[in-house]
C-alpha cells in the first residue's frame, strides 16, 4: 500500500504496477465490451427460426448444406479421450534411495548396539542423538535400547525386506494408507521372529520409510488421449438430412444440428453486428466518462475497477442466464423476466463501490435486460422490462444505504419487490391490457419474488468480494467488532488490561476518524485488534500488571526491548492465522511506525559507556500509511500516556494530547499517510472532547477544589 491507498479498496496485492496503469486499464473497458457483446448478439442477430432447446418445433427442417457437427464431434472426442485410462510411472530412485535410508539407519543403531563400552543408558542417549531415528517416541526408544545386537538385526531383515516388497509393488500417494496396511500384514505373517515387541518396532521403522513411488504421468496420459481424439471420425450432417419433424421435441441434439446447419441465423446482413458493436461503444463511453468525472479513485485505480466490471459481469450473467431458458417472453403468458436480479448488481456497487456508481450503473443494467428480455425483433428494446428493473434497483440502492448488519439487505430487497410491483402495475395501467385475476397474480409475484432474489445473490456474493478483493465492507467491520469473535475474547480472557486500552483506544480513533471523514468503523474495529500481539507475553505489558511485580525489574534492557518491540509482529501473525482482512493487520503493524521505545532507551543509554544506536531500539515498522492506521497509533499513545496521569485536569489532558501529536510529526512518523495539520487538529479537538467523556468522573477541576475547601473550611 501507498499513500493513494483507498481503505475501501484494501485488497490483495497481485502484481506490482498494474494498480493504475492506463494500458490495463484501456484493456479492461475492451474486455467488458467484448463479454457484452457476446451475451447480447443473441438477442440482435435476426434468425430464422425462432426455435429454442426445449420447445416443439413448429416446422419441418433438412439441412440445407453439408457440414460438420462440431458440437456432436467434441462429445465423441470426449468420449473416447474419458475412455482413456490415467496413466501412472514408477520411480525405481525411490526404492533403491529408500531401502538405502533405511540400511544405514540400521548400521548406525548397530553401531552403537555392538559398542561394548557404553553402558544402557548411553546407548539409548546415543541413539537419541541420531537424526534418522527423529520419527520415534519414548516408549520406541526405550524398546530398542533394551535390545540385543540379535534382535536388531531381526528387526533389520523384516523392514528391509518388507519395504523392498512394498515398494517394488509401487506405491500411489492416494493409497499410501493401503501401502501401510500392506506392510503391517506381512510384517505380521513373517515367521521369522514372532515377538510381538520386534513386530511392532519393526512396523514402525518400515513404515517412516515407505514413501509414494508411483506418479501420475501427465505427459502419457495427454498424449493417450490426444491420440484417441484424433482418432475419431467427424460427425458429417449431411445435406437434405431430416434434422427436425413438426411436433417434434427440441432437444439439446436437435438444437446443436439446427445451429450448425445455420438454421437459427440469419446472415443475410451484417448491419445488426455493426449496431450492436457501436451500441456497445456508446455503453462504455457513457461509463468511462461517467467514472472519470464522478469517482475519480475508480478511474485511477484498476482494482477498484476490477472490481466494478466484475459485478457488471456477474449481473449481465444472471440476466442472459434468465434469457437463454426462455423466461419473460411475453408479459402476459410468461412474466418470468421479472425475475431478473438487476437490483443484486446496484445493491453489491451501493455496498461496495458508492450510490452514484450504483444508480448509473442501474440504468445500463436495465437496458441491458430489456434487451434481453426483447420478444420481438422490430423492437429491440422492451420497455417494460427495463422501466421494473430501473425503478427496482433505484430503489435497492437507496433502501440498502449504509446498513450495519446483513440482515439489513434482505429489508433493501423487500422494498425493491415492492417498488417492482409497483412498477408492474403501472405498465399494466398505462398498456390497458387485459388481465385474468390469475395472470395478475404471477406477473406482480415474479416482481416480487425478483427483489427477494436480488438480496439473496447480494447476500451470497458479498463475502465472495470481501475475500477475494480484500475489502472491508460495513457488515465485515461489524462482524469483526463482535466481541465473540475468537480473537477478541482471547484478548479479554488473557490480556483484560490490553483489551479495556484497546476499547478506549477504538472509542477515540473512532471519534477523530469520523470528525475528518475517515473510515470512522475500520479505526474502531483496527484498535480493538492493534494489541492482539500482547496475549504471547501479556505480563509484560503494563496494563496487564495488577498485582504483580514488574518482570521487566528482572530482565535485561535489551531482553525487554525485543519484547516490546515483538508485539505488532506477533499480532500480524495472529491475525493473518485467523485470515482477518489486510486493512487491520496493516493497522496492528503500522500503529508504532518506527517511533523510539524511549523508557528503556533511555535506561541501556544511561548504564552503557558506549553510545547506543537508536535504531535498535525502534519499531520495525512501517510508518503509518494511511489515515486510520495513523490515528489508531495516535489513540493508542494517548490512551496510555492519560492513563498514567495522576490527577487529571483538562490542561494537562490537553497539553498531554498536542504533545504526542507534535511528537509523532517531529519523529517522522505521520510522513507516509495523507494526513494534513489541519486534520491533525481535528484529530487532537475530538480526542480531547471523547476523553473528557471518559475521565469526566476522575477530572480535579481546580474550581471546585477550592470550592471544596471552603466549604469544608465554614463547616469547621
Known amino acids: 500500500m501507498g499513500k493513494k491507498q483507498k481503505v475501501k479498496w484494501n485488497m490483495v496485492k497481485m502484481m506490482e504496477g498494474w494498480g493504475n496503469h492506463p494500458s490495463i486499464r484501456f484493456f479492461m473497458y475492451i474486455g467488458l465490451g467484448i463479454i457484452m457483446y457476446l451475451l447480447l448478439i443473441g438477442q440482435v442477430i435476426p434468425e430464422t427460426y425462432e426455435l429454442k432447446e426445449g420447445q416443439i418445433s413448429q416446422v419441418t427442417l433438412t439441412s440445407p448444406i453439408r457440414v460438420e457437427n ?54 539409548e542417549a546415543a541413539l537419541r542423538d541420531l537424526t534418522s531415528l527423529s520419527f520415534l ?10 535390545l540385543n545386537v540379535e534382535k536388531i538385526k531381526n528387526i533389520q531383515y523384516i523392514s528391509k525386506s518388507t519395504l523392498d516388497i512394498v515398494m517394488n509393488d509401487g506405491v500411489n500417494i492416494k493409497k499410501l494408507n493401503e501401502a501401510f496396511e500392506e506392510a503391517a500384514q506381512i510384517i505380521q505373517n513373517n515367521p521369522f521372529d514372532n515377538e510381538d515387541k520386534i513386530k511392532h518396532l519393526a512396523n514402525e521403522m518400515t513404515k517412516y520409510f515407505i514413501k509414494p513411488n508411483v506418479f501420475y504421468n501427465s505427459d502419457q496420459t495427454s498424449l493417450l488421449r490426444e491420440k484417441a481424439k484424433s482418432e475419431v471420425e467427424p460427425v458429417i450432417i449431411k445435406k437434405d438430412e431430416l434434422i427436425v419433424k413438426q411436433g417434434q421435441y427440441i432437444d439439446k441434439e436437435i438444437y446443436e444440428k439446427l445451429k450448425a446447419a445455420g438454421l437459427l441465423k440469419d446472415t443475410s446482413t451484417l448491419w445488426p453486428y455493426f449496431g450492436l458493436l457501436m451500441f456497445i461503444l456508446l455503453i462504455l463511453l457513457l461509463l468511462f466518462f461517467s467514472i472519470e468525472r464522478m469517482n475519480p479513485f475508480l478511474h485511477q485505480d484498476n482494482r477498484a475497477l476490477l472490481l466494478l466490471f466484475t459485478i457488471f459481469i456477474l449481473t449481465f450473467s444472471s440476466i442472459s442466464i434468465l434469457g437463454l431458458i426462455g423466461l419473460g417472453k411475453d408479459l402476459l403468458t410468461s412474466p ?14 451501493t455496498l461496495l463501490i458508492n450510490m452514484k456508481m450504483a444508480i448509473l450503473s442501474g ?75 390469475r395472470q395478475m397474480f404471477a406477473t406482480l409475484s415474479y416482481g416480487a419474488i425478483g427483489g427477494f432474489f436480488s438480496s439473496v445473490l447480494t447476500i451470497g456474493f458479498l463475502p465472495f468480494f470481501e475475500a477475494v478483493f480484500g475489502i472491508l465492507s460495513p457488515t465485515r467491520l461489524i462482524e469483526l467488532s463482535n466481541p465473540n469473535h475468537p480473537l477478541l475474547r482471547k484478548l479479554l ?4 488490561g490490553t483489551y479495556h486500552h484497546s476499547v478506549i483506544v477504538g472509542n477515540l480513533a473512532e471519534a477523530a476518524a469520523e470528525a475528518i471523514n475517515a473510515n470512522g468503523l475500520l479505526a474502531r474495529v483496527g484498535a480493538y485488534y492493534h494489541d492482539l500481539g500482547k496475549t504471547k507475553r501479556p505480563s509484560f505489558f503494563i496494563e496487564n500488571q495488577l498485582n504483580m511485580e514488574n518482570p521487566h525489574d528482572k530482565i535485561s534492557p535489551s531482553l525487554s526491548k525485543n519484547i516490546i518491540l515483538a ?27 518506527t517511533s523510539l521505545l524511549k523508557y528503556f532507551y533511555h535506561k541501556v543509554s544511561k548504564d552503557s559507556e558506549q553510545p547506543i544506536p537508536e535504531v535498535e531500539y525502534r519499531y520495525p515498522g512501517p510508518k503509518p500509511q494511511f489515515k486510520e492506521a495513523a490515528i489508531v497509533g495516535i489513540a493508542d499513545s ?17 497539553e498531554m494530547v498536542r504533545k504526542i501529536i507534535k511528537s509523532k510529526l517531529d519523529d517522522g512518523q505521520l510522513n507516509e499517510c495523507d494526513l494534513t495539520l489541519k486534520e491533525l487538529e481535528i484529530i487532537a479537538i475530538s480526542m480531547l472532547e471523547t476523553l473528557k467523556g471518559i475521565f469526566h468522573s476522575r477530572i480535579e477541576y481546580p474550581d471546585d477544589k477550592d470550592l471544596e475547601e471552603t466549604k469544608g473550611a465554614r463547616s469547621s
Do not use: C
Open 363 to 437: 440504468v445500463i443494467f436495465s437496458i441491458f435486460t430489456s434487451m434481453i428480455f426483447s420478444t420481438d425483433q422490430s423492437f429491440i428494446f422492451d420497455f417494460r422490462y427495463g422501466f421494473v428493473a430501473l425503478i427496482g434497483s433505484a430503489a435497492g440502492a437507496f433502501a440498502i444505504g449504509r446498513i450495519k448488519q446483513r440482515s439489513a439487505i434482505l429489508k433493501a430487497g423487500l422494498v425493491v419487490s415492492l417498488f417492482n410491483v409497483i412498477g408492474i402495475a403501472v405498465i399494466v395501467m398505462l398498456t390497458s391490457q387485459s388481465y385474468s385475476l
Open 638 to 654: 494517548v490512551e496510555a500516556a492519560v492513563r498514567s496521569i495522576k490527577h487529571p485536569t483538562n490542561e494537562i489532558i490537553e
Open 493 to 496: 480472557i488473557e490480556t483484560p
Open 336 to 349: 418470468k423476466g421479472y425475475l431478473a436480479p438487476v437490483a443484486f448488481g446496484v445493491m453489491l456497487i
Open 567 to 593: 508485539h505488532p509482529k506477533d499480532g500480524v501473525e495472529m491475525l493473518k492465522a485467523y485470515k482477518i482482512p489486510n486493512a487491520i493487520q496493516d493497522i496492528a503493524e503500522q500503529h508504532h511506525g
Open 70 to 123: 462440431q458440437w456432436a464431434t467434441e462429445l465423441a472426442k470426449d468420449k473416447a479421450a474419458k475412455s482413456v485410462p490415467d496413466q501412472y510411472t514408477k520411480d525405481e530412485n525411490i526404492v533403491n534411495d529408500q531401502i538405502s535410508r533405511l540400511e544405514q539407519m540400521f548400521t548406525d543403531i548397530l553401531t552403537i548396539a555392538e559398542n561394548k563400552d557404553l553402558s544402557k543408558e548411553e546407548k
Open 137 to 146: 517416541d519414548d516408549a520406541l526408544f526405550k524398546e530398542l535400547s533394551s
